[in-house]
């Protein structure tokens, strides 16, 4: 599997890390229910058999965290993008 | 009978001035350059090669190529054994040293034949229905017995003494064969100014065209071949990678390039390898396209005594006596169910080799081919098959079936030909299915991985004009699609061939065994056992029998065997279906996967800045992630370690000891919004910390439970230096870039690791501010008031940047000196040269482990990512005016629980009793059982101030147990001890000594 | 002040030759200054300015390396650069953060990594044992950057003009990784023969 | 077909095989009936992998309920049961998983003659290598657990393993070999023929295997589950059981249930058979490798996740290499030995590395997942507790610890300490 990086350009699997679902959003902490709303963030999933929205690291390389939509049945990347939106870095 | 029995005086690829001799069984026999394993022992006259798996039957050489699953031999001896080698791929080479296998005592007398006898028996899974009783016998009797007397070739337990490597290569067009559709791919892509990769499994490229008698332009196929590999080998961006095979396909990228696992067989045809040589290199490939041109492989016909030596794939036949010059036989006949078998017949006759008989399970067989039998005077028998081969260590008879007429030929060759399989494996390794194609009644690529296409046999295209025509096109339409257009796309004149041919598998009912898988002896029978009993899926049907499990993976019987199971169970072959290909493609050794990372080079060493100095002053270090650390620093006279790290921490406690602490990770924080960042991952509040100061933080995962700590100190305004324990470093620099990044990119903050910036050494102990003053006196006032407990500065001394932390593990006054890494080893030395009048000692591990356990301190065997703040009676340290990562969830009625193991100290009861970490509390008088368990311990040391060992736990309700007498459980390691709960904090209770 | 403190490279007592000939030469670039030069929030082009003022350099958006001079800064992040200066030690950063102050965050590197400079008519061979990257003329020219992990390390390469006819690489390691890596590279350098060079 | 009523296949033995031999064995019958579905059943198990086999066959032997249907969208055996590496022990550290492995243990040992197949239990040992003072206290302390609950476990020093496995890398190690914890009574056992032994069994008893059957919907009426909708018609049931691992929440989605489980990918290897090379089973502690020898003489190992989500039965390279440098690293030995046939099973990943064996918030639907890749040696004790809980509606004892909520309650069983993360367990 190879990661096209938007900042190294495409690179080996070998080179990132995962984290998983991108979908997850810290929930207000001071919240009434942010218990369960943690729960839910940090523990369930989708899981989806298909297209699929993931975090992966690029801990070998620019150190960027990456916005990763992938297939999950057939591993193909449809898509990647920094994670940190742009223009925080400038 | 002589060597040269059956070589031919002329003709093939082989070099008669270059003669090679070899061993097989130690009997000595001669070859020639150019030649195979295979194709040498046939040269000279060997018929049987090796024993079969299950009933020990002889075998022979089926095959000229990867396919082969009877003619298998342990070559090379010692260290060097490798058993299960194909003899028909293994390159001939002075002094090669084969042996047969699975066979004792000797290749021609073989005691496990007596299995022959009872295969009445020994049925497909037979062993499934029996062994059960007694129980107890299984390991003891019955499965020793199975096992010696299954496996194959023996290996060695000696370390393999050749060198692996690794290597990367990337390409516009990867071409997967060099026979003729590779070549001619490669030509095209090429002439169009592609990057071009072309590998071959072969030592000489050209394929069937170094096998078969056929033209192209009016010159041979062979010249042909090395033409086009002439004119490859003059362009540029070319890459001709001979014996190299193209074993897996792997998952590609949006740009459509694709990783491919290559492995090049660079020292096999040579006796050991060449200096700074590898034996095997693991190439992995990054191709934007790719072209399959890997051939087909012929399939045999499933007759009784089918896999007696002599019996022989009809294109193995050709390719022995066309390329090795080598007659496999002195009177043979030819099996077919199609033209191509024919090309055989006059292949044989050309080269003077005797044909008895031609037998076509096709009724109707073009006149032409006919003609061919006449002008040769060999029999011809349509519309019938070969029933049963005889002659065990070679066949002498085959008796044939024409309708209900039997008859007997005298032959000791039988070419066999049921049609072709092509190659597709690359095409399923990522997901693609195969497709079945009634024009040449087999397995066909079906959807293809983006970005590769299939030329020529491998697609089913048997013809040379069509491997030549499709490999052209696959070739520039790579190009194209890689960005070279426009070069014409070539093409050939070629003499005539044909591959019709009518599905023919099974001739049915047999007077004796007819094989289907050959290496694992699976029969015609066991298919049908396996219908009969429900294994009817083609994968239960694989792992019943073990069709197609053998080293081959039945690249020649699994579709044989998938279409008896058809026939069996009235559905069609595409019906059943096909297992699915695995890479790799063909077996590759271990140590390819693994290059050079074995040994010390499994993994990198990191080393400080301070380990040359370390090693003038000890031998002994420990793994701490990939660092080495030094553990202690013996003295001489002293006995072990213990009394080294008791005279270490005596004197750091009496006077002073430096410790190199360069290790554990430093994070530089920067930016207006740093101190708020600090406050989010850590439970405590740093934004309030004051510049010049230095505090100790605990960090969270967002579960609630801890994830490391350390200390950090305000440098600037927007400016923080983190540390990390050694062991956590990388995974709390992916966790912050996480927080930064992904969670709030709105703060301005800046990070980089600076762990290999600075070299860092622990100065403790009483002494410890006046051997410093001894050093940095000139540049920074050290007293209490001016320098106090974690305060932080930055100096500069001798010209260099320096920094100074007031902070402690020990529990004595200390201080973390940093300085830039280049200066590591200087200030070390200068360090201990200042000690020298204080008496100071350098410290290891051990003995900075024994003093953070007399303090209490929590450390890797505490942080074990299981407990929580409280746990670790850190839990005041949450702030309740903010919010971090981990405080929400930390609050689960799991993680609050009162019950929860708690941190404590605890005491033998006899003081001079010894604790194990890893034994578990249990109350005096409970019962050992998990329902009882209490706790357990985490930590030890023998505390050479308490004269006593001393350990840090995990007890329910631990504070308020204090003074209690538990048991510690220890059966395997130890055994019990009585244990008194006390305050983990064991020396220096109120802390008087941090402040000197 | 005492007289000035030793200083010890990363690579000495490593670097002897190894095999027969000069397929690949490596030079030990210790005593390079380096730092690392993040952009505080909002002031991309505020800093943009400065280095063009201060080093008349144009800040690479990606991973290139731009130098004038002994100066260069190599793209290694989006807003992050790894500057360079020849023997620039570690005032080098002392002074890229006073001349970037208020808008970048500037970090000392000068220790935290070794670097090699590898040349030689077999370089690219000897590399592609190591680097997951293709280093084909074409696809890595001279300027370009890359952080990438060879043999189990993390390495940071860049191309610089070629000399003699010869491709020249850089390749910047954890200090504490020099040996690990110089053993990987000798090991797969050895067949073309790997000459140790003068210091520059 | 030469089957009793209800299909009682013929006894396997010695002499029944003899006596086979005789007349070329063509007295054999199908070792499970092949029934077509009937409209409704007491119960369901979704996946005809050995947890749902060995589900049916105790709810029949155990419990008496034999009005069982176990439907496989395959052919039993095709997910993980028929792709891991066969490996048998019950050495776990905490309370909440360490009685259920040994109840597993227990019924491998005696699996043979329950099921009247040989599934070839093989207790030749499962060593676990350790390298550094804190994985020997770590196995210290597992150790004591086990040995607390009546489970052999011995702490090996380096000399010890030596004795066992000379050839290991002793001499040049990057992270020596300083010991090994070992239990004796692990080992292996063949994994085709556990899926087959239950099958035969569960079916001998009237249970209805239904191969080709894909689960395609639940049945739903109020906030009950009564059946579920399946390629070959509707099935209705009182109660309907999951053992799905791999596709767990796939299936949970069409009762709309979102659960702690991601799908990982998780490699498997064999080489080429060689005669008798390694006795026992033995794990890597400082990197990713494990590795026993079939029978029929393949070494069979393997290591670490892929690391992504997947449900593609394979992977890629850099995990092969990983595992490979892993061997060599500690069996210096297998540089010149090939391997053969690499393939990728789908793990149902929790988010503590621990199984769900529970009910579900809807009535009527049961759950077993969450297996990670400790799910093949689980096989037995995870039929066993999931027929209990199908049968009387209350968790078995020794699974009472593997409840859906346990994430909510904080009550995590997180042997390796890794939290929310499934592809670091």
Known sequence: MRIQCPFCGERDLSEFTYLGDASFVRPDPDSADAGERFYDAVYLRDNPSGPFEELWYHGSGCRGWLRVRRNTRTHEILGVELARPAGFEA | MSDSAHRLTEGGLIDRRKPLSFTFDGQPYSGFDGDTLASALLGAGVKVVGRSFKYHRPRGILSAGCEEPNALVELRTGARREPNTRATVAELYEGLEARSQNRWPSLALDVGAINSLLSPIFVAGFYYKTFMWPAAFWEKVYEPLIRRAAGLGMATHEADPDRYEKAHAFCDVLIIGGGPAGLAAALSAGRAGARVILCDEDFVVGGRLNAERLEIEGSSGADWARRAEAELRSFGDVRIMPRTTVFGAYDSGISGARTFGALERVSDHLRVPAPHQPRQRLWKIVASRAVLAAGAVERPIVFGGNDRPGVMLASAVRTYVNRFGVAPARQAAVFTSGDDGWKTLSDLAAAGIGVAAVIDARNDVPPALLAAAQRVSARVFTGAHVADARGSHGIHRISIRAGNRIEHVDVDGLAVSGGWNPCAALTTHVGGRPRWSETISAFVPGDLPAGMSVAGAAGGSLTLEAALREGAAAGAEAAAATGFAGAEIPSWRTSEDSAAARPFWHVGECPSKAFVDFQHDVTDGDIALAAREGYRSVELLKRYTTLGMATDQGKTSSLNGHAIMAALTERSIPEVGTTTARPPYTPVAIGAFAGHHRGKEFKPTRLTAGHAWARQNTEVFVEAGQWLRAQWFPRPGEHDWLESVSREVKAVRSSAGVCDVSTLGKIDIQGADAGAFLDRVYINTFSTLPMGKVRYGLMLREDGFVMDDGTTARLGETHYVMSTTTANAAKVMQHLEHARQVLWPELDVQMVSVTEQWAQYAVAGPSSRRLLEGLLGDVIDLSNTAFPYLACAQLAWRGVPVRLFRISFSGEMAYEIAIPARHGDALIRAIMTAGQEFGAVPYGTEALGVMRIEKGHVAGNELNGTTTAGDLGLGRMLSKKKDCIGRVLSGRPGLIDPDRPTLVGVRPVDRKARLHAGAHFLNLGAAATLENDQGYITSVAYSPMLEGWIALGLLARGPSRHGERLLAHSPVRGGDTEVEVVSPIFFDPEGTRLHG | ?200 | MRTLARGKPIRYSIFSLLGAALSGHRHWGPAWRDPAPKPAYDVIVIGGGGHGLATAHYLAKVHGITNVAVLEKGWIGSGNAGRNTTIIRSNYLLPGNNPFYELSMKLWEGLEQDVNYNAMVSQRGVLNLYHSDAQRDAYVRRGNAMRMHGVDAELLDAAAVRELLPFLDFANARFPIQGGLLQRRGGTARHDAVVWGYARAASSRGVDIIQNCEVTGMVREGGRVVGVETTRGTIRANKVGMAVAGSTSRVAAMAGLRLPIESHVLQAFVSESIKPFFPCVVTFGAGHFYLSQSDKGSLVFGGDLDGYNSYAQRGNLPTVEDVCEGGMAIIPALGRIRLLRSWGGIMDMSMDGSPIIDRTPLDGLYLNAGWCYGGFKATPASGWCFAHLLARDEAHQVARAYRLDRFASGRVIDEKGVGAQPNLH
């Not at chain 3, 730092?35 to 082009?45: H, L, P, Q």
């Not at chain 3, 130098?67 to 190599?74: D, I, L, N, P, T």
Request: hydrophobic fraction near 50%; aromatic fraction near 6%.
């Open chain 3, 1 to 200: 002040m005492a007289e000035s403190l030793a200083s010890r490279s990363a690579f000495s007592c490593l670097l002897v030759a190894v095999g027969n000939g000069r397929g690949v030469t490596a030079i030990d670039r210790d005593g390079l200054g380096l730092a690392t030069i993040a952009v505080r929030k909002g002031s991309r082009n505020a800093l943009s300015q400065r280095i063009r003022d201060e080093f008349r350099i144009e800040l690479p958006g990606g991973p290139t390396r731009a130098a004038a001079g002994e100066v260069a800064f190599a793209g290694i992040a989006p807003g992050s650069w790894l500057a360079m200066r020849d023997q620039g030690g570690n005032a080098f950063a002392a002074s890229l953060a006073q001349s970037t102050a208020g808008l970048a965050s500037v970090t000392d590197q000068s220790d935290g990594y070794a670097v090699l400079r590898l040349t030689g008519p077999m370089v690219r061979a000897a590399l592609a044992k190591l680097l997951p990257i293709d280093l084909h003329p074409r696809a890595f020219q001279v300027g370009a950057v890359a952080s990438t992990v060879a043999s189990h390390m993390g390495v940071t390469v860049w191309r610089l003009p070629d000399t003699g006819g010869a491709a020249v690489f850089e390749l910047a390691v954890f200090r504490s990784l020099a040996e690990s890596f110089w053993h990987a590279l000798a090991e797969g350098a050895a067949e073309f023969g790997l000459a140790v060079g003068r210091p520059c």
